[in-house]
Each structure stands twice: as C-alpha cells, then as structure tokens.
C-alpha cells in the first residue's frame, strides 16, 4: 500500500491507474480513521466493484463545531494502516490540514437547503465542511465510484445533491449500516462509551426495530409512529435526545403527511453522557400497503 499525503502527487497517481494502458477503475473510501468493520465493509465493496481501492484518512477541521470533539477525535493511525494493507487497500491518502486547506484557500462547498436539515440542524456548518472536503476529495481523486454508509444517511442525502447540482462524474454507492452484536450501530465514538454507556446507546436500535415492527403490523400513521420512536428514546430518561424525525431520505424534510409514503427515513440522534451517536433505518411500503 502506498500512502500519500500530498494533493498534487495523489492526483498524478490516480491518473496513471485511470489512463494507463488498462484503463483502471478507482473506488473511493473517504474516513477520518479510527477504522473499524463499518469502514471495512466499505472497502471490501469498493475491491469487490473497482480495479483500484483509495482510502482517505482525514480529520476535517471544517465539520466540527467550536465546542466539538476535534482535538479529542480518536486517531490510530499506525492501527489503520495495518488494517488497510491486510484489506488490500492500494493507496492511502492522508494529507494533513495545511495541505487540504493552504492559508489562501477560501472557497467553500454549501449545500443549504438538504444540509441545515437533522445533523445541519444541531450541528451548523458541519454539511458545509463535509459537502467542502468531500469535493475536494472527489476531485482529487477523481473516483469512478465512491462508498458510504448508510449508517450517515443525511450525509448521504447531502452529498447526493451535491454530485447531481456540481455534475460530478461518479457513482455514490451506498452500502448497509454494520451493527455489534448488541444492534448498536459501529461507529468511530463508540470507542467514547463506558459499558454502562454502550447499553444506554442500544435503545437508539431498538427505537428504529420497535418502529419498524409496528409498520409490518400495518400501522402507517405518521404521528403514531412518531411517538412510538421518541417514547422507546426517551425510556430510560437518560439518553438526551438531539432528534427523532421521519424525514424523506432524499431531502431530509420532516414529514407532514398523515400516512406513510413509500420510502421514509426515520433518523435519531441522541447523547449518551458526553458522546454523541446517530442511527436509522428506512420504511418502505409496497402498493400493498405492506
């Protein structure tokens, strides 16, 4: 595995895969470290469909708040590299800040509308330093097929509209939320979590299961479905909840019908002592109404 930490020179061996005599396919996996099974998955998925894998490890300074965990975000950056070459990952990327951010840089990637929904929301400005780094990564590395989880599923939503307005030449591929055993979605802040703290966070799981088995048993109203999520959330009164929404997956709007339509994301995020966790799931209703 080759890793690269400057801009230009990722560019310039990226390009040699795309326009060589082979004509390569690249997949890219953008992270900020801290790897785990989650992450892996995507890069099985990105070797599975593309003839060339790129990992980013990159902790981005734009997405986090002025009261937010950067300086405290876990970096195991000798541990990843380990997990990566045993992955087959063919080049890491992992520029630091300077580098992706010189002093003169002042241009800024916003997508305001789908953005300042749910995470935009609570956290404002994170989609714009997310949809900012993302661009500077896809053009970077100019991807044929790039992998999330859907675990960030408005991140997801924001990027999508991001590749559509700016045109961007590539495929988002979406891949499925990896759960511990215990349900609990992974995530790079579990590492954040006492053991009295991880099964507190098992109720952000077990809110979008008990939803989801109501809906099988037929049930399709929008408020009752509501007030069944935030009722399992809020049980054992210590989870302090950010959100609890059924939103449309695509442009994270609240919605306002008294039925379910055919797709509905329904997204939470809550605070368990100092650690913040999201997770959902999505609702699909067939013709049926099944």
Known sequence: ??????????????????????????????TMGAL????????????QRCDRTVVSIFVNPLQFGPAEDLAQYPRTFQQDCAM????????????????M????????????V????LDGASRPGHFRGVATVVAKL??????DCAFFGEKDAAQVA???????????????????????????????RNRYLSEGERVEAEALSRSLRLVADVVRQGEHRTQVIRETLRKELTHSGRLKVDYAELVDPYTLETLKADKLPAETLVAVAAWIGTTRLIDNCTLRIDEAGE
Do not use: W
């Open 1 to 30: 595995m080759q890793i690269i930490s400057s801009p230009s020179e990722m560019r310039a061996v990226c390009r040699a895969y795309q326009r060589g005599a082979t004509q390569q396919t690249i997949g890219l996996v953008p």
């Open 36 to 47: 785990h099974e989650g992450h892996l998955s995507l890069i099985r998925a990105s070797r």
């Open 84 to 99: 990566l070459e045993q992955e087959g990952v063919d080049l890491l990327f992992a520029p630091s800040p300077e580098e």
């Open 101 to 112: 951010y010189p002093p003169t840089s002042e241009t800024i990637v916003d997508v305001p």
């Open 114 to 117: 789908t953005g300042a929904r």
């Open 138 to 143: 896809f053009n970077i590395v100019q991807p």
């Open 158 to 188: 924001v990027l999508r509209k991001m590749v559509r307005d700016l045109n961007f030449d590539l495929d988002l591929i979406v891949c499925p939320t990896v759960r511990e055993p215990s349900k609990l979605a992974m995530s790079s």
